[in-house]
C-alpha cells in the first residue's frame, strides 16, 4: 500500500486465507440447504395434496357406490341372480344334475319361513325384495344340495357295507391326512355362521371322504376277458390234482392282453413273487391290496398313483401256471377274500370322477364278471 511516499505490506497467512475461505464455502453450502429444505417441503406438500385428493376421490367413488346400490336395488338384484345362475350351473357341472325329488328328512325345509321373509321386506322396503327373492333362493339351493350331498353318503355307506368293510373307518382313514393354514369363514365375534352352510360343509366333506373310499376299492373288471377259469376256495391243483386253495380268480385271455387296476390306488410292488411269477400289487388304503399275477409284461412302476382301469401290464403264463391267464387276488390285511363280491357290487360311481367312468366302462367295468368256462 503507498501513502505519501512510503510503501507498506500487508501479509495474509496462509492459515488465515483457508478460514476465510471456509466460512466462505460454509455460507454458500448453508445457502444451498435453505434452498434444499424450502424445495422439498414444497414437493412433500404437493404430494401429501395429492394423496388426500385422491382418498377424497376414493371416498367420493365409494359414496356414489352406495348411492347407486340405493337408487338401484332392482338392478342390483338382477345382477345377484345372474350369479347365483352362474353358481349353481359351475356345481351341478362339477357333482352332476341334482335331482329335483330329493329325501327332506335329512336337514331343515326353510321355504317357508324364507317366503314369510321375503313378502314381510316387500311391505316393509319394497325395493329390497329382489335381494330378499335372492337370498330365499341361495338357502333352497343349499337345503337341496345338502340333501343330494347326504343321499349319496348314504348311497355310498351301503355298498361300502355291502364288501364287509366300515364306512367310518373308510372316512376316518381319509379325514387323518389333512391339514393347512386356518382360513376362518366367518370373523367376528363368536365366528359364527349360517347353520345352513356349517351343516352343507359338514355334508360335503362326508360325501367326499367316502366317494374317495368308493374309487379305491376293487370293482373294475382287471382283464377284458371272456369268462372266468377258475374261481376263488377250495379247488383240484392244475398240476397235481390234490385238493388246494386258490385265493384269487382267474380270467383266461390271450396273451398280451392288457390288464387293468380294479381300483385306485398306489402301485407297492412290482417284480417276481414266488408262484406269482411277474406280480404287481397295489395299495388302496383301508387295508386293501389287489394282486395281479402270471403277467407277461409289467407296465406299472413302484409308487405310481393309478386310476381305476389303468394299464398296469399284460397277460401271461409266468410263474405256477398251465397256460396265459391272469391271478387276480383281494387282499384285507394280507388275507386274501373273493374278488367276486367287490367285482359284482352295484357301487355308485362318485359325481366327481366323471372322467374315470369313461375307462372303467372301456376296461369292462359294466361286464357281468360271473361267466365261467
Known sequence: MRSEGHVRFIRISTRLQAGIAGALAGAVLLWIGVLGWALLSTVLGLHDQSSLLGRE???????SRVAKYRANLQTIAADLQKRQDFIEKVVQGSIGPIPDSLPRGTVSDSSGEAARTVRKISMVLPGATGLARVEQRQLAFVERLTRFADTRAAQATSAIRKVGLS????ARNDRAAQGGPL??????????????????????????LLDNGLARIPNTLPANLDYIS?????????FDGGAAFHAGLDFKGPLGAP???????????????????????ITHGNGLLTRY???????????????????IGAIGSTGRSTGPH?????????????????LEAPLPKPPLAKANNDVQQEAGARRPASRRG
Not at 376421490?57 to 359414496?63: D, F, K, R, Y
Not at 377258475?230 to 392244475?238: H, N, Q, V
Not at 403277467?295 to 398313483?305: K, L, T
Open 57 to 63: 376421490a376414493a371416498v367420493a367413488s365409494a359414496e
Open 167 to 170: 364306512p367310518d373307518m373308510v
Open 183 to 208: 382360513i376362518r369363514l366367518a370373523t367376528g365375534p363368536g365366528l359364527a355362521i349360517d347353520p345352513r352352510f356349517a351343516r352343507l360343509g359338514a355334508s360335503l366333506v362326508r360325501m367326499s
Open 230 to 238: 377258475s374261481g376263488f376256495g377250495y379247488r383240484a391243483d392244475p
Open 259 to 281: 390288464i387293468y387296476a380294479a381300483a385306485a390306488g398306489t402301485v407297492s410292488f412290482t417284480g417276481v413273487r414266488q408262484g406269482y411269477g411277474n406280480c404287481v400289487e
Open 293 to 311: 399275477a402270471h403277467m407277461s409284461r409289467i407296465a406299472a412302476r413302484m409308487g405310481e398313483v393309478v386310476k381305476p382301469g389303468a394299464v
Open 326 to 342: 391272469l391271478h387276480f387276488e383281494v387282499r384285507i390285511s394280507d388275507r386274501p377274500v373273493n374278488p367276486r363280491p367287490f
